[in-house]
């Protein structure tokens, strides 16, 4: 970066809150907020699956932004959790975690230009019932909501329709505040003159600041009507299906060539009154009839077949209305671990071809792992304005590979192998879903985002084992 650039940005940061201001302005009641936090033995910290834990030397649960900044500034090494759904270990630190729980405000709703600012902590679910209040929503959802906003944009999560791209996307996310090393406040925003840093920032795995708050750009509120059934795999691969529809993906039940498919689209019918169908499928059908299937498929893995087949023919068609934020997340109270690539979207067809042979020669083998959950199948838009989103540059396909926890710990050789098929397709993993191989090399943009990185922290206080490992370039084993 030039002279001229850097002058630009120690302008703004000086007009930032700075660490000595920090202390005047917390006073006792910030200090014993902070004081009050666990320290060294707080506990165990263990993500959403289970499959990663670490004990760090102290876990700090800040209730404003002065306190925030307070414990990044006093903290040696720093890594922030959310809602601990990612499977892989980017949060494990030894030292210092912050957790934005108690940061989980909407700070302000703009109605007329269609932005709401919240703070990093806050979760999925309720940002949406607030937007819903003022007639707005996000454009796009992805799986759940359960996770928080700084999650959200610090891994690229992703929703379903070639409209849109994640919410790391530039036509999503106009902005962040990110509270750097030193306990200073950065404010990023599009029309600014720091677009560098916040290319960096809107997918940066929490390596160049904590996100105390999120600017997204909103929609107006409409329904979506929900349709699903099941079809052949090649009918639910059809160019059609993703082009025409608002939202569209698919699950592919292994040892079969069938596919539920899901459509979600903009609509003025009028919400179907009688949601007990709805709650039928979402909770009862994907949740305890699936994961009790599986639950005792994994006592005799060979009938994963038989249960597959069984599944499929439960799985019937579906069809209601409602507001977009109800119709595109789901409940998930099946655990399971996950690893889900991104693809170009013409790979699809070639890609579940070779997962599909690769999921038969484990059945056969003599120590087998079978693949004990459907695989899930979106198509989204190539992201715009950030440095290391998985679809820059492209139209993409994500597939998403899954094992359910009752089948034990197997699954690795799995998932190394169709990573393999999907690296050989030139594939990127999900930042926040498992992957064993280094994918810092797949993305051109990497040297920018590392000196947008080192300028912000170059004590390297936001890093931690496995990015350091990333950043250098290292191979197996990587997650």
Excluded at 119 to 134: H, Y
Excluded at 139 to 153: A, F, K, N, R
Excluded at 305 to 315: D, E
Excluded at 405 to 420: I, L, Q, S, T, V
């Amino acid at each position: 970066m030039d002279r001229t650039y850097m002058d630009r940005r120690q302008f703004l940061k000086c007009g930032a809150v700075g660490v000595g201001a920090i202390t005047v302005a917390a006073g006792g009641e910030e200090k014993s907020m902070v004081a009050s936090t666990s320290n060294i033995g707080a506990g165990r910290v263990e993500n959403w699956a289970g499959n990663i834990s670490y004990v760090p030397k102290s876990v700090e649960f800040p209730r404003s932004l002065a306190a925030l900044q307070l414990a990044v500034a006093n903290s040696k090494k720093v890594r922030v959790i959310g809602s601990v759904h990612s499977f892989n270990a980017f949060t494990e630190t030894a030292d210092t975690v912050i957790s934005l729980d108690n940061l989980n405000r909407v700070l302000s709703v703009d109605v007329e230009q269609k932005l709401v600012k919240v703070e990093g902590g806050c979760k999925l679910a309720l940002l949406t019932q607030a937007l819903e209040s003022r007639d707005l929503c996000l454009p796009s959802l992805g799986d759940i909501d359960e996770q928080t906003v700084g999650g959200l944009v610090s891994t690229g999560t992703h929703g379903t329709g070639m409209q849109w791209g994640s919410f790391s996307d530039s036509t999503v996310l106009a902005g962040l505040d990110l509270v750097l090393a030193d306990g200073s406040l950065l404010s990023l925003n599009d029309d600014g003159v720091e677009i560098e840093f916040l290319k960096a920032a809107r997918l940066a795995l929490g390596g160049l600041g904590v996100v105390y708050s999120v600017t997204f750009r909103c929609e107006p509120a409409h329904n979506l009507e929900l349709k699903s059934k099941v079809v052949s795999l090649s009918e639910a691969l059809s160019v059609e299906s993703y082009q025409k529809n608002d939202h569209y993906e698919f699950f592919h039940f292994p040892f079969t060539k069938k596919c539920q498919i899901i459509t979600r689209n903009k609509t003025d019918l009028p919400l179907t009154k009688n949601r007990f169908g709805q709650w039928f499928n979402n909770v009862v059908m994907e949740n305890l009839v699936l994961g009790s299937l599986l639950e005792a498929s994994a006592m005799r893995p060979r009938s994963i077949r038989k249960v597959m087949a069984l599944i499929t023919r439960l799985a019937g068609s579906e069809r209601y209305v409602a507001g977009s934020a109800k119709v595109m997340s789901s409940k998930r109270f099946v655990k399971f671990y996950e690893m889900e690539y991104c693809l170009p979207i013409d790979k699809a067809s070639e890609a579940l071809q070779a997962l599909a042979e690769t999921a038969e020669r484990f059945a056969k083998g003599t120590e087998p792992f079978y693949q004990s959950f459907p695989t899930e199948v979106r198509f989204i838009r190539g992201d715009q304005g950030n440095l290391l989103t998985p679809t820059i540059g492209r139209d993409s396909v994500y597939i998403a590979v899954q094992s359910h926890k009752a089948f034990g710990n197997g699954y690795p050789a799995f998932f190394k192998a169709a990573e393999d098929i999907f690296r050989s397709l030139d594939g990127r993993p999900h930042w926040a879903k498992l992957f064993y191989r280094n994918p810092i090399t797949l993305y051109e943009n990497a040297e920018r985002f590392v000196s947008v990185r080192n300028e912000l922290d170059p004590s390297g206080k936001f890093l931690n084992k496995l990015f350091t490992k990333m950043l250098a370039g290292e191979p197996y084993p990587f997650s």
